[in-house]
Nanobody, 124 residues
Framework: QVQLSESGGGLVQAGGSLRLSCAAS????????MGWFRQAPGKEREFVAA????????WYADSVKGRFTISRDNAKNTVVLQMNSLKPEDTAVYYC?????????????????WGQGTQVTVSS
């Protein structure tokens, strides 16, 4: 069982930066692939970024590649999404998720545990 809690969301102007953190409970955090997804009003949840259990592999949506960076610290049971050069279209609720198998990191259906989400709003 893994419990996830996101923090770091807020309101920022276009071009600015935010750092989202996800704190995980449970001693088995280090075996999970961790992902970030987002959902804007009226839209489906979409993949943002993911990182393998070791941190050795990362995946990004094309829309955020070069602007967002995902990282993890297994000793602290945390995963971080650093978001730079933010755009108004990045506005959404951002969710942290944990996937035990890591076979398809971009697929939300594969994830076993989800946080409650944190709001990110980017003004133009």
């Amino acid at each position: 069982q893994v419990q996830l809690s996101e923090s770091g969301g807020g309101l920022v102007q276009a071009g600015g930066s935010l750092r989202l953190s996800c704190a995980a409970s449970g001693r088995t955090f280090s075996v999970y692939t961790m992902g970030w997804f987002r959902q804007a009003p009226g839209k489906e949840r979409e993949f943002v970024a993911a990182i393998s259990w070791s941190g050795g592999s990362t995946w990004y949506a094309d829309s955020v590649k070069g602007r967002f960076t995902i990282s993890r610290d297994n000793a602290k049971n945390t995963v971080v999404l650093q978001m730079n050069s933010l755009k108004p279209e990045d506005t959404a609720v951002y969710y942290c998720a944990a996937d035990r198998l890591g076979l398809s990191p971009a697929s939300s259906d594969e994830y076993d545990y989800w946080g409650q989400g944190t709001q990110v709003t980017v003004s133009s």
